[in-house]
């Protein structure tokens, strides 16, 4: 998926639990990347992109377009996943060219591009390229995680390049706020003993003026924002919403149960309420 992953198991594990665990993983990993990667042009969604009307797909994807489906109104269509033609011809391509094409498709609209049907089913009203990098990495340590807890371990992280679910067993940990500037460093900690905490930053898959978080309607990426940092229940909704809040005001999601911290372009930061990091800057 573009990005580092790693997987600490407290637990006790026997003999070639170890391997068995990293083999099935791996191939749970393989199997995701194949169906929904955009820059994978065998993947399903690149399939998607050629066809119109009703198609049989997996829940999984339903899912996902459904978290995009929720927050969208609330964004004024700002994050939706009909930009993945956008990105591509602003460089952001399969072969990370990172060279605008002359002429830059614009992002359809959701409501006009995409109807779901039902748990399996999906219209494609218009030619679509979907980019689930929003919601995917962040739904995929939910799928870890879930696989985990069905093979009864007690205590895990699974982080996903700061796209995390901490199961903790009453146990607390500490997360450091990466500092946007140096890597090396953090401008908090934040201590958790379970739930999902994600972040996203500017600071990443940066070119020709551009970030992989983009206005749809100016084509620009945002700049005012250089860092987010999300706890939610589901990894999924954290990785959403670290997204969405560079977008939008963090307020217009307050249907959806979250806390947050935002870092601008002066080391300023604002923050919810139940967002407890102990901050060192800002």
């Known amino acids: ?18 391997a068995e665990l990293q083999g099935e993983i791996t191939f749970q990993s393989a ?29 999984d994807l339903i899912t996902m377009l459904r978290i995009y489906e929720r ?20 460089g952001y391509d399969s ?17 006009e591009t995409l109807n779901i049907i039902d748990d399996t089913h999906l219209e494609l009203c218009d030619a679509v390229l979907l980019d689930l990098g929003a919601v995917g990495k962040g739904f995929f340590v939910d799928k870890i995680a879930a696989f985990l807890r069905s093979r009864g371990y007690k205590r895990f992280l699974v982080d996903g390049s700061g796209d995390t679910l901490y199961e903790g067993d009453g146990q607390p940990i500490r997360c450091g706020l990466e ?29 020709s003026g551009h970030h992989h978080i983009l206005d749809p309607h100016s084509l620009r990426s945002p700049e005012h924002i250089v860092a987010t940092w999300v706890q939610a229940p589901t990894a999924a909704m954290a990785d959403a919403l670290a997204t969405c809040i560079f977008l939008a005001e963090p307020e ?16 300023k930061v604002k923050k919810s309420a139940g967002f407890s990091a102990e901050l060192f800057r800002g």
């Open 1 to 18: 998926m573009g990005t580092s992953w790693k997987i600490t198991i407290w637990d006790v594990l026997e003999d070639g639990e170890l």
């Open 31 to 59: 199997a995701f990347s194949s169906l929904y990667s955009r820059f994978d042009s065998s993947s399903l969604v690149w399939s998607l992109s050629r066809k119109r009307g009703v198609v049989d797909v997996p829940e």
């Open 71 to 90: 927050l969208e109104p609330f964004s004024q269509g700002k994050f939706t996943p009909c930009i993945g033609f956008t990105l591509s011809d602003l």
């Open 95 to 111: 072969e990370y060219s990172l060279k605008e094409k002359e002429h830059i498709r614009p992002v359809p609209k959701f409501s």
């Open 179 to 207: 500092d946007p500037s140096d890597a090396a460093k953090a401008i908090g900690v934040l201590t958790m003993t379970g739930g999902a905490f994600c972040s996203s930053g500017n600071n990443r898959r940066r070119w």
């Open 252 to 267: 217009n999601f307050s249907s959806t149960p979250f806390e947050y911290c935002i870092l601008n372009q002066e080391y």
